[in-house]
Structure formats: C-alpha cells, structure tokens
C-alpha cells in the first residue's frame, strides 16, 4: 500500500487566508530574531494501519543570515524535516513561523505564492525541465512571479554566469554534466533572490570536483547574507557551515 501523510493540514473550504493581495510579503508574527523556528513538530507517515512517526517533537531556531547543515544516518528524518520548514510538506502536529508568518494559517494558495517568491531550492536530482534549455530553465519560475519574459531571460542569462555556465544558456539539459545541472538549479534558485535558500544533499549525485564548485558558489553567496538550509550526510561539506544541526531517529541531538 501506499504510504499517506497524516498532516494538520486544513481542507481548503476551512482554511482562513491571512494574506491579502501583497500582504504575504509582509512578517506578521514577531518571533525574535528568527527567520525559521518550528516548536513541537512531528511528521507521521500511515502504511496501512502502520504509523512510522518520523519527526518528534522537534524544536528548531535558525537565524537570518546562518548557513547551516542538517546531518544524521538514512532515516533520521533530515530530508523530512527540509520538507516541513520549506513549506513543501505539511506536518502532523507543530509550528511553523517562517519569515514571520504561521505556516498553518497558510492556504494552499499562499503556499504556493510564499514557496514562488520567498524561498529557493536546490534538489539532489537537479528537478530540471528536460525540454527547456538551461536558460529557460532559469527564467520560467521567473515569468510565473509576473516578471516579463526579456527582464526574466536577461536575470537568468546573468544568473547562469554567476555560476560559471555563461556559455550554456541554450543548452538542455541532456548536453549538460551533472555538475552543470545542478548549478542550473542553483541559478533558478537564486535568480529571485529568496530569502532563504533550501538544498538537500545537493553534493550527493556529484563527483568531488564538482561538489566543491557547488559548495563555493554556496560559501559566496552565505557571505552576501544569504540564509541557507542544507541537508547533507558528507562530513567534510558540514563543516562549511555556521552550525550543523544533527538528527537521530527523528529528533535533534
């Protein structure tokens, strides 16, 4: 049987929206210094009529500004936990304050327009549209915020220089290495700027060579102020980060 979440989610008819035209880019909830923190929070999966509850209760503060890295074995719950705080998942129970709102007073809606604007990430399989070029790639999620399509090319063409493929714009994704395509994923990540950066294990399909170019290009832009969030299970890439947050059976160690 499949596996179902079992989420506080509520149903779209009985959600209250708190975001109004632009009002979601706007912090409501005052949470100290805090660009993320999540209190009590636990994700349970449902197989049949088995529970697998993967998160546990798991308390978490992370800073405007900070880099840090989110480690443990396979199934300690990082990539779980990645996906709650990112907003791409909805917990079991919990909270979740992310730039200053409540991600369970969040419609289906204004997730979606929170995730488009405010956050980036970078996916361990790249998630690149096969059919688009490198370029397009980049530029789309751009177009979906509003921007036209010759201000979205022209950030995405300085996007994929930031990262060193200035050359590949036109490419698909087919004629890239795998280095290159995770810097791709990267560009669109940053091209809007977000507030905070996600990436989980964003090293693990790379060779060494290319794993170190990704985390220079991770190191530069954390020294422009950027906040990211990296889940990992390399030791040697952990260290690069402000604070590594280590997990074990579901809980913060």
């Known amino acids: 049987m499949n596996k179902k979440n079992i ?3 509520k149903s779209d008819g009985a959600k209250e929206s708190i975001l109004v035209g632009d009002a979601w880019k706007k912090r409501s ?43 443990g074995r396979s199934g300690a ?41 405010k956050l980036g990430y970078v996916f361990q399989d790249y998630a690149l549209l096969p059919d688009l070029t490198a370029g397009e790639n980049v ?40 280095g290159e395509q995770q810097r791709v994923s990267i560009a669109r990540a940053i091209a809007h700027s977000p507030t905070i950066l996600f990436a989980d294990e964003p090293t693990a399909n790379l060779d060494n060579e290319s ?4 985390m220079e290009i991770f190191k530069k832009l ?14 040697e890439y952990g260290k690069f980060t402000d604070r590594v947050i280590k997990m074990s059976d579901g809980k913060i160690m």
């Open 7 to 9: 989420n506080n989610e």
């Open 29 to 71: 909830t005052k949470h100290g210094d805090f660009i993320i923190s999540t209190r009590g929070l636990t994700k349970t999966f449902l197989d049949g009529t088995k529970e697998t509850t993967v998160l546990k209760g798991v308390d978490l503060d992370i800073k405007s500004g900070e880099f840090i890295s989110i480690m």
């Open 77 to 117: 719950g990082k990539s779980t936990m990645l996906y709650q705080i990112s907003l791409l998942d909805h917990p079991t129970s919990g909270q979740i304050i992310i730039d200053g709102l409540d991600a369970h007073n969040l419609s289906s809606d204004d997730r979606v327009k929170f995730r488009l604007h």
């Open 139 to 178: 530029a789309v999620p751009l177009i979906m915020q509003g921007i036209n399509k010759e201000e979205a090319y022209k950030i995405a063409e300085e996007q994929l220089i930031e990262v060193g493929l200035g050359t590949k714009f036109n490419n698909l994704p087919a004629k890239l290495s795998g």
């Open 211 to 214: 794993s170190d170019m990704i």
């Open 222 to 235: 954390h020294k422009e102020g950027q906040t990211i969030v990296m889940v990992t299970h390399e030791e």
